[in-house]
């Protein structure tokens, strides 16, 4: 066993060499995780639609992906695009992103509100559901009736307004009701309403119901590419024929319909690292093919008026972020902000490479060395006695002497440096000769 004990690295020597420095260097990385580029935050406040809406859906499925790597998103109701655009602008409402509807804002508008955009996502058409007898053909055949399209915040209102004034015709001319989708689709369906406008996603639950509901049509915009020309944020989608229910045919024919899209937008405060992750997500969700929509045409960067942030740029490029593709999201975050302070950490790790070895070296000989100290001062004292005390100053050295050889033979140094501890027992008994000829 005391072969092994000899022969073994100390332990204890290699933690006192290597200890302090390791600490500094631990301290000086951690204190740039959290000062250099600050982690993006844990919690983020979504601010979706109105409850049942393809808003609200699709913020509970951007919950359900970000909370895959470890990101709680809490998704808030509102009334639409203009209270999410209100919400993300005002950073005292604590909401970092959210829905909003192309043509709710402008590129200068939005530039001095401080809000980005991470790409559009879907398109949301705009339906018109009537009742009658006959189909309309043109918005004419809306004077007089009594129409619902929504809250303020919807901001369809402001978009049925802009139809309205390239028809023709003034808002005055039509009934306007501003009921929430819900219960103005309850006063339709009882006759109290003559049409609805709403602008959703075909996700919506009330729009499928009112596409299936027997006498209620849809409006269809014979001249939707006009309107596009007219206004660049909306576009020409078809709703094809039988895209409803195929084996029953619905709807009969295809029909034409002038679409925004939903677009992703935040507050330029938003954490470079989360852009990527939310259009990760944004195009499991918004990806794959729908009754409006190609396999793949969603997310883009194309159909908003809101300038698009360069990291979302940068991944409808080339992708989501090299290290995102092999390691996980924290992982990749944590090696992406601080390969400043890892390289600076490999350039001081060379030169203290050097040093901490030759640390070590002189803390296992220093508990050598420090007895030669103890046996200078021996020889010193009968050096420097006089004739009548030198025996008993002799007497008290040599218990010294022999205190000095007890406690180096109970050193444990390793096997390497027992030439030095062997020197020393040999140094000790050279002295003990001395002080033994003065006895």
């Known amino acids: 066993m005391a072969k092994i004990k000899f022969t073994l690295f100390s332990l204890k020597d290699a933690v006192f060499a290597f200890g302090p420095i390791a600490l500094l260097l631990l301290a000086i990385v951690v204190s740039a995780y959290y000062l250099v580029d600050p982690a993006p935050g844990r919690t983020l406040d979504f601010s979706a639609g109105q409850e049942n809406s393809a808003y609200e859906i699709f913020a509970k499925q951007y919950s359900e992906e970000l909370a895959k790597n470890q990101i709680a998103l809490r998704v808030h109701q509102s009334q639409g695009s203009q209270e999410n655009l209100e919400k993300i602008t005002d950073l005292e409402s604590n909401i970092d992103i959210g829905f909003v509807q192309s043509g709710s804002t402008n590129q200068l508008d939005a530039e001095a509100r401080g809000l980005i955009s991470l790409g559009s996502l879907f398109y949301e058409p705009i339906w018109i559901f009537y009742r009658s007898k006959k189909e309309w053909t043109s918005f004419e055949e809306l004077r007089g009736k009594r129409i619902n399209v929504g809250p303020d915040g919807f901001g369809v209102r402001r978009l049925f307004r802009q139809l309205l004034s390239v028809n023709s015709m003034e808002e005055s001319e039509v009934q306007l009701q501003q009921d929430e989708n819900t219960p103005a689709t309850v006063a339709f369906i009882e006759g109290k309403l003559d049409a609805l406008v709403m602008s959703s996603a075909p996700d919506s ?94 997310p883009s960067d194309r159909y908003t008026e809101i300038a698009v942030e360069k990291q979302a740029e940068k991944f409808y490029k080339s992708g989501p972020p090299f290290l995102q593709r092999y390691l996980s999201f924290w992982m990749s975050n944590f090696l992406e902000r601080m390969w400043v302070v890892l390289l600076a950490f490999g350039a001081l790790a060379l030169p203290l490479s050097k040093i901490i070895p030759p640390l070590y070296v002189w803390r296992i000989r220093s508990r050598i060395y420090r007895w030669y100290g103890q046996l200078r001062s021996v020889e010193h004292a009968i050096d420097e006695a006089n004739v009548k005390q030198r025996k008993q100053i002799a007497q008290d050295q040599m218990k010294k002497l022999d205190e000095i050889e007890a406690r180096v033979n109970q050193l444990s140094i390793p096997l390497s440096y027992a030439e030095e501890l062997y020197g020393l027992r040999s140094h000790i008994n050279f002295v003990r000769q001395r002080v033994e000829v003065c006895l």
């Not at 729009?207 to 206004?231: C, H, K, N, S, W």
């Not at 909306?234 to 939903?262: F, M, Q």
């Not at 195009?283 to 093919?289: F, L, N, T």
């Open 205 to 298: 639950l009330l729009i499928q119901m009112l596409l299936q509901t027997p006498g209620v049509r849809l409006f269809d915009f014979a001249q939707a590419e006009a309107y596009t020309r007219r206004f660049p944020f909306l576009s020409h989608v078809i709703l094809p024929r039988g895209i409803v229910d195929i084996g029953k045919n619905i709807p009969a024919r295809d029909y034409h319909l002038i679409s925004p899209t939903a677009t992703l937008v935040a507050h330029e405060s938003l954490h470079p690292a989360l852009i990527s992750l939310f259009l990760q997500a944004a195009k499991k969700i918004h990806g794959g093919a729908n009754w409006l929509s190609r396999q793949g045409e969603f």
